[in-house]
């Protein structure tokens, strides 16, 4: 069975200071790994994906996540925060041999705070 | 390309009610989802559907239907509403090649059952 944990359910930061997001996962297979943002009020917007190419994933708006196998580890970054990048981030999980669908686990998300 | 949509934006329901939940995706996905999301949690698997006619539950079911008629719809029904399904529910839709499949969502509906 697939899991993950989002070690931080709240992160503050400064504008213009880096973000790191935490992210474990657990999965009994090679998985795929994303980062999800929702802004308040809305959908969710995928920010990257890991696709068992590059271990340093690029995504958007600035963002960046490395995948460590020998730590199950998923953490997102970036080198400066921004207020608009104040939202809810959720890592996800997907074992690549669930079968035909592409069933999904979510963490608990981390509610990044960014103040002036 | 309106990517996914779902009406209602918003509802009320009171318990013992029925309603059904709308989900439209324009970019000719087979596969689609339906999650809910509660207050400080992550989202779970209602049911899902791998192409029209079929449909299977997740990690959630109980209490809620699916039909998948069209490639293109995906309608969440509930028919005895219980102030347990207050939540806003997502739906989502993905390519059937290729993995990882990225999965698009909708806007979202906040639903209230009192």
């Known amino acids: 069975a697939q899991s993950v944990t989002q070690l931080d359910s709240h992160v503050s930061v400064s504008e213009g200071t880096p973000v790191l997001l935490r992210c474990n996962y657990s999965?009994?297979?090679?998985?795929?790994l994303f980062w999800y943002v929702q802004h308040p009020n809305k959908g969710l917007q995928l920010l990257l994906k890991?696709?068992?190419?590059?271990?340093l994933v690029k995504g958007i708006n600035g963002f960046e996540a490395e995948f460590k196998k020998s730590e199950t580890s998923f953490h997102l970054t970036k080198p400066s925060a921004h207020m608009s990048d104040a939202a809810e981030y959720f890592c996800?999980?997907?074992?690549?041999?669930?079968?035909?669908?592409?069933?999904?686990?979510f963490g608990t998300g981390t509610r990044l705070q960014v103040t002036l | 390309n309106a990517g996914v949509t779902q009406t209602p934006k918003f509802r009320i329901l009171k318990i013992g009610q029925s309603m059904t939940l709308q989900c439209t995706q324009d970019?000719?996905?087979?596969?689609m989802y339906w999650y809910r999301q509660d207050p400080g949690m992550g989202l779970k698997l209602i049911y899902y559907?791998?192409?029209?006619?079929?449909?299977d539950k997740g990690e959630v079911p109980n209490g809620y239907n699916v039909s998948r008629s069209t490639t293109e719809d995906f309608p969440l029904r509930l028919e005895l509403a219980a102030p347990s399904q207050t939540s806003v529910y997502f739906c989502?839709?993905?390519?059937?090649?290729?993995?990882?499949?990225?999965?698009?969502f909708g806007p979202g509906t906040r639903l209230t059952v009192l």
């Open positions: 996800v999980v997907r074992d690549i041999n669930t079968g035909t669908a592409s069933k999904l686990t």
């Open positions: 970019m000719n996905h087979n596969y």
């Open positions: 999965s009994s297979y090679s998985p795929s």
């Open positions: 989502a839709s993905s390519r059937a090649q290729g993995a990882p499949d990225t999965q698009y």
């Open positions: 890991y696709t068992s190419a590059a271990t």
């Open positions: 559907s791998v192409g029209a006619g079929i449909t």
